[in-house]
Structure formats: structure tokens, C-alpha cells
């Protein structure tokens, strides 16, 4: 699944420790889902989506080629 997850930290100037410290995961699952190697789950993603005050489709997107 592709998403806009390292964009959105960097317009706040945010490091990955400190989206996880926001979303209480570990730095390690933010890379993971920034790298796309790992698709959060609903509630992870609608606490993403809040965080950022966005709706989660405007976050991530399919991944057309899987």
C-alpha cells in the first residue's frame, strides 16, 4: 500500500520516533509502513488519519501493482 506517511512527518518536522510517540508504536513500525513494507492495521491507520486530520484514502492509497 502506498502513503503519504513521510511527507505528512516531515511538514511538522517530526522524526520517526516522534510520529511513534504520537501513534504509541515503536519507531521501527513507522519505518515499516513509510518504507511500505508494512500495512497498518484499520485502527493504527484511522489513528494516522486523525493524527493528521485527514480522511486515511488521502494517507494511503492501493498499491496497484500487487
Known sequence: MKNRL???RAERNW??????????VSRQTVNA???EKYDPSL???FKIATLFELKIEEIFTPDKEK
Not at 522524526?15 to 504509541?24: M, P, T, Y
Open 15 to 24: 522524526s520517526q520516533a516522534d510520529l511513534a510517540d504520537h501513534l504509541n
Open 33 to 35: 509502513i513509510e518504507t
Open 43 to 45: 485502527p493504527l491507520a
Open 6 to 8: 513521510k511527507v505528512l
